[in-house]
């Protein structure tokens, strides 16, 4: 049974820092990309960071590019989001998606993310 089950989530103030973590089970983590996206009220998912099978190349959305930090651990089937500087506009449910094809792809429940002072 395939499972992402995001944690790290919470309530800072604007300027501090939190680590996202999504630990996967139930599938072959080291051969899928894994992502970052998130959703505000009334906004549409958006795309936050990205880090590449194999390569580990990371990419970034353009709103928490130099703020932000992916990273992966293939030993423990976890993939990171290294949070600095956060802003209000930061606040969202942060969602981890393993994909490897459109038709192969998975997503976890989320978890929440506050940024408020």
């Known amino acids: 049974q395939v499972q992402l089950v995001e944690s790290g989530g919470g309530l800072v103030q604007p300027g501090e820092s939190l680590r996202l973590s999504c630990a996967a089970s139930?599938?072959?983590?080291?051969?899928?990309?894994m992502r970052w996206y998130r959703q505000a009220p009334g906004k549409e998912r958006e795309f936050v960071a990205s880090?590449?099978?194999?390569?580990?190349?990371?990419t970034y959305g353009e709103s928490v590019k130099g703020r932000f930090t992916i990273s992966r651990d293939n030993a423990k089937n976890t993939v990171y989001l290294q949070m600095n500087s956060l802003k209000p506009e930061d606040t969202a449910v942060y969602f981890c998606?393993?994909?490897?094809?459109?038709?192969?792809?998975?997503w976890g429940r989320g978890t929440q993310v506050t940024v408020s002072s």
């Open positions: 139930g599938f072959t983590f080291s051969s899928y990309d």
């Open positions: 880090i590449a099978r194999y390569i580990f190349r990371p």
């Open positions: 998606n393993a994909f490897r094809s459109v038709n192969d792809n998975y």
